[in-house]
Structure formats: structure tokens, C-alpha cells
């Protein structure tokens, strides 16, 4: 059995507390659990391993809260990110189990706000934002019931529009290839690239004898 002589926050992390057990620096703790001890309370080994493992998951978690702050991020980018800093597996889980409870982590939300996001400021169409959410690691239930409102033929013409007359006094050759480029980039499918690339042309083509360097 020891005994608990002196709790000390920490001068360079106020967040931490120095324990001391029997008059000597024993271990630091985060706040949060350094709060159930009290001076001259007296502890047994297990009671050590138990208050370790704590805070072993308590940093962990708070890594996670750090890395999240930023933005909004998928299990899989949390997972990754924990990894990179040496977390042990099992603590991973137990952080992402109680991200979820407190709703800071949510790949269907993710999914959701990401696509959202793509179409509030510079649209893609599905193929391009599928891929997006698999390498963040997003379940493929969750991409498809995200995207189930993304509208190809309208992202297409929306994109083609503001890009076509950057390619106006083109010939008409040079225009649709530049332009079906751009689209399929985006993500665009063949059909729905055509049809805007058409409709583009009829509202933006210019001079057939005009060219324009590459990109």
C-alpha cells in the first residue's frame, strides 16, 4: 500500500496533475481523474494499474478531441491519426466508443456535411465524391445514402457554365474536348458530360477560328 502525500498541476500543462505517493513523484495524471484522489488516501497495486490505464485512455482521448477541433473527421481518420501516435488498439476503441456517445464523431453526418459542403462551394459529381468519403474511410452505406441527392446533371451544368467562358473564341473542337475534361475531372459521367458540354456550347461557343493555349 501507498499513500497519496501531494497533488501538483503541472506548470507546463494545466490539465495534468503531478501525483506523489509516499513523499516521492510517482505519475502524472490528467485532471479529470487526479479529481478522485485526495491527499492521505491510501492506494494497493491494482488501484495503480486502474488509475494508469485511465489516464493511458484520457490522453488518448484528448488527442482525439485536439484532432477533431480543426474540423469534422470520419472514425477512420481518428483511428489513423491515434495510430500514428502510438495508441494501443484496444484504447483506440474505447475512444471512438465514447466520441460516438458524445456525437462528436458520426460517419453518416460526415458523409452528409462533406458532400454538402462540395456542393455549397465548388460542385463534383457522385463518381468523385464516392471517392472522396472512401479514402476517409466513410462504410459504403453511408456514402450512397449521403449522395442520394447530388444531382449530376445539374452539378454538370453548374460547373460547365462557370467554365466555359474561360474557353470562349475556342473552336468548337478544342471547347468541347477542354471543357469534357474538366467535367469528367469533376467527377462528371460521360452522358451527363455531353449533354452540358451541348448546352454549354450553344450559350458560350465563340468564334470557330479563335484558339486558346493550354491549360
Do not use: C
Not at 471512438?96 to 456542393?119: M, Y
Not at 474511410?137 to 453548374?158: F, N, S
Amino acid at each position: 500500500m501507498v499513500k497519496v502525500t501531494a497533488l501538483k498541476v503541472q506548470a507546463r500543462n494545466r490539465n495534468r496533475v503531478n501525483v506523489y505517493l509516499d513523499g516521492e513523484f510517482a505519475f502524472g495524471l490528467a485532471k479529470i481523474e487526479a479529481a478522485r484522489l485526495r491527499v492521505g488516501q491510501t492506494l494497493n497495486e491494482a488501484d495503480l494499474e486502474r488509475l494508469q490505464q485511465a489516464d493511458t485512455v484520457e490522453t488518448a482521448f484528448e488527442k482525439a478531441i485536439q484532432f477533431i477541433s480543426y474540423r469534422s473527421r470520419s472514425e477512420a481518420e481518428v483511428r489513423q491519426n491515434l495510430k500514428k501516435k502510438d495508441v494501443a488498439e484496444d484504447v483506440i476503441e474505447g475512444v471512438l466508443a465514447r466520441l460516438r456517445r458524445a456525437g462528436l464523431v458520426d460517419d453518416a453526418g460526415f458523409a452528409r456535411s462533406w458532400v454538402e459542403a462540395r456542393s455549397a462551394s465548388k460542385p463534383k459529381g457522385k463518381r468523385a465524391l464516392k471517392v472522396e468519403l472512401r479514402q476517409k474511410g466513410v462504410p459504403q452505406k453511408m456514402i450512397e445514402k449521403a449522395l442520394t441527392g447530388v444531382d449530376d446533371v445539374a452539378a454538370a451544368r453548374q460547373l460547365a457554365s462557370a467554365r466555359a467562358p474561360r474557353l470562349k473564341g475556342l473552336p468548337e473542337r478544342d471547347f468541347r474536348r477542354k471543357l469534357s475534361e474538366y467535367l469528367a475531372r469533376r467527377g462528371i459521367d460521360y452522358e451527363t458530360i455531353s449533354e452540358a458540354v451541348e448546352r454549354a456550347w450553344r450559350e458560350h461557343g465563340g468564334d470557330s477560328n479563335s484558339t486558346e493555349s493550354e491549360d
